[in-house]
């Protein structure tokens, strides 16, 4: 159909109408139709003459309606058809035309159906890959969106254990943070319940055998509650606390064992005041009977007495007389032997001068053993104690007066006893219970009665000395295994002071009694001595098998009473008591200075030293600055080599990395344990 339509297309119309307009002059008749003659017939005479030169056809297709041949006679116009044979070609011709329109258009139509087939072949080639490709996007996507699933679960998972690990840590953090907060809280219990756990075994231990059958019960639960809260202690100290809440419960539990431990104290003070009571009474029993006794007894002595008066004066009178008569007589010879001395007197020109070898010297001590001003102190410290002991024995030797004496002695002993700085008010409150009972105050004693100071004119000298003696006794006890013992019994010892002068010097008296060292004051061993009596001048007890007490006994007992001497040295007492200082903090010094001066002695030495500076180092060096830094420059250069040639013992070795620390270090550190001005 392609070829046929290019056929057609080739025709060339001009041309065509040109020849038939030339072929129109020789034709007679109808030239076009199928039922027309032939204008040449192949074989005749005539041969058809050759075309025109005008111009040469164009070729034509295969396909196309030969030309009709030339005729070669001269057309005419007879020869040339009609209108209506023209008119019929041309409707043929336009039919022609038509057929070949319809034909391309039922081609084209074809055509569009092909190119709209192909059309929709792509279209729906391009839908299924289209749809191919979002199937494998979509496969894609699944998977991607799988990969990235895994790499969330994965990623969630670490974050998980991070924060299981973080959550852990901070767990034993506040776990660390609860058993410190725990051990803190304890450890305050603790030495609240240590305090007053000692003071209830004091006041267990200054009991008769009688007396602590009484409180066997109290007893008893003083040694269980003293398990329990062991074992509080211990386990959390160990940390053997499984959950949050049990540290805080620790805490709880060890202010339940204090309150426990303050009622059992109420609980044995309430017993032991009825058994005394009890005991007062059985006591005005017994006393009403020996009255009546005496009575008796008194009435009888009064009947013998009056029978020995009668002689008594029968002998007087007969003595007398004999008296007299050697009086007489002794008269006679004193002057008979006065007028002989006269006599002889005169004989003598000048009285004989004795010689110096006859006198003998007056015993002095070595200013290498003690500075003579700290002699001349300790002298009169000591005058005066002796001087008091000696008025107080009427009333210490009294049998009558027994009773007195435990009373007295029960009123200072159980305020004494409970004396800590636990809080201002409980340190005052015990102050406040042995004042009043030296201002005259009445206080209760055992059996439900009442003494005063003032009941015997020797009681407040006998109470002083005895006060005196037990504060220095804490030293043995308390204030040895725990020097912050020290500075509340400090405080209220220079409150006394303060109001009451004599007792300082008294203090001070048993304090040098117990250790001379704090003078300082080595005591020379005297020819004849043997060691054992020496070593009881400097301090050594006996014990109970009138053996010397061991070394180590020794210097642990001087350990405590040189911390006490120096927390009285730098302790304040109570704001309103009076002066502001009555042992100040250069008696420290004067005591350092001297005691560099003196002949060292093994291992007291060092000891005594190392507790000083350890206790006043602080206030030392705060107040006298580059002078006191010299004089610790001169103990460790010039007393330590004097010093190693007497001592190489542990307490020489640990004064001198003491010295060399402070020297190293440019400081001391503050005693442990001081009170803060104005605590009470």
């Not at 060339?12 to 139709?33: D, I, V």
């Not at 202010?255 to 009825?274: G, H, N, R, T, V």
Request: aromatic content about 6%.
């Amino acid at each position: 159909m392609d070829d046929m339509m290019r056929s057609m297309d080739c025709l060339k119309m001009a041309a065509t109408f040109h020849n038939a307009a030339l072929a129109s002059t020789t034709c007679t008749g109808r030239t076009l139709g199928e039922d027309r003659a032939p204008i040449w017939v192949e074989g005749s005479s005539k041969t058809p003459e050759p075309p025109l030169p005008e111009e040469s056809p164009a070729p034509e297709p295969k396909n196309e309606i030969p030309l009709l041949p030339q005729i070669d006679f001269e057309p005419n116009i007879s020869c040339f058809p009609d209108l209506q044979d023209i008119n019929a070609s041309i409707v043929r011709r336009e039919l022609a035309e038509e057929g070949k329109r319809c034909v391309r258009q039922q081609l084209k139509a074809i055509k569009d159906k092909q190119d709209a087939l192909r059309m929709s072949r792509e279209t729906q080639q391009r839908k299924e890959e289209r749809q191919s490709d979002q199937l494998q996007q979509k496969a894609l996507r699944e998977r991607n969106e799988s990969l990235l699933i895994q790499k969330a679960d994965q990623m969630t998972a670490a974050q998980l254990e991070a924060q299981q690990r973080e959550q852990s840590a901070q767990r034993q953090q506040i776990d660390q943070k609860l058993h410190k907060l725990a051990l803190e809280g304890v450890s305050r219990c603790q030495r609240r319940f240590n305090q007053k756990y000692e003071g209830i075994a004091k006041i267990l231990l200054s009991l008769d055998q009688e007396t602590v059958k009484v409180c066997a019960a109290q007893n008893a639960q003083l040694k269980e509650l003293g398990q329990k809260f062991e074992q509080l202690v211990s386990s959390v100290k160990m940390g053997n606390c499984e959950m949050q809440s049990q540290f805080l419960c620790s805490i709880i539990k060890a202010e339940e064992c204090c309150k426990s431990l303050d009622a059992l104290e109420m609980d044995i003070i309430k017993q032991l005041a009825e058994f005394s009571e009890q005991i007062q009474q059985q006591l005005k029993m017994e006393a009403a009977k020996k009255l009546e006794e005496e009575r008796q007894k008194q009435q009888q002595q009064q009947q013998e007495e009056q029978r020995q008066k009668l002689e008594e004066q029968q002998k007087l009178e007969e003595q007398e007389k004999l008296r007299k008569e050697k009086e007489e007589s002794e008269a006679k010879e004193k002057q008979q032997e006065a007028e002989t001395a006269k006599a002889e007197a005169a004989n003598v020109h000048a009285p004989l001068e004795p010689k110096s070898q006859d006198v003998p010297p007056a015993p002095t001590a070595s200013s290498t053993c003690v500075h003579p001003d700290r002699l001349k102190f300790y002298n009169d410290i000591l005058a005066l104690y002796q001087s008091k002991v000696d008025a107080i024995k009427p009333l210490q030797t009294e049998e009558s007066l027994k009773q007195y004496r435990t009373g007295c002695q029960r009123a200072i002993n159980l305020p004494l006893n409970a004396i800590s700085a636990v809080s201002p008010q409980h340190l005052a409150q015990n102050f406040d219970k042995l004042y009043s009972f030296f201002a005259g105050q009445p206080t209760k004693v055992m059996n439900g009665g009442t003494i005063t100071i003032n009941d015997h004119p020797l009681a407040r000298d006998y109470c002083m000395l005895l006060m005196a003696k037990k504060f220095v006794s804490q030293t043995e006890t308390a204030i040895c295994s725990n020097p912050q013992a020290a500075f509340p019994f400090a405080s209220v010892i220079i409150t006394f002071w303060k109001l009451l002068p004599d007792f300082g010097k008294v203090f001070l008296a048993y304090m040098y009694k117990e250790s001379p060292f704090l003078v300082p004051y080595v005591i020379p061993q005297q020819q004849g001595q043997t060691p054992e009596q020496y070593l009881k001048t400097i301090g050594y007890r006996l014990t109970d098998k009138n053996e010397l007490e061991k070394p180590d006994i020794y210097l642990k007992r001087q350990t405590g009473i040189a911390r006490l001497y120096a927390a009285v040295i730098i302790s304040q007492g109570r704001k309103a008591a009076g002066p502001d200082e009555c042992f100040e903090l250069n008696e420290g010094w004067l005591w350092l200075a001297h005691m560099v001066h003196v002949k060292p002695l093994p291992d007291i030495s060092a000891t005594m030293i190392m507790e000083i500076l350890q206790t006043l180092g602080f206030e030392l060096w705060r107040t006298y600055g580059k002078q006191f830094v010299k004089l610790l420059l001169y103990i460790q250069n010039i007393y330590m080599p004097q010093l190693a040639a007497y001592d190489e013992g542990g307490p020489k070795t640990r004064l001198e990395m003491l010295l060399a620390k402070f020297l190293r270090e440019r400081q001391i550190a503050q005693a442990v344990g001081v009170l803060p001005p104005g605590f009470w």
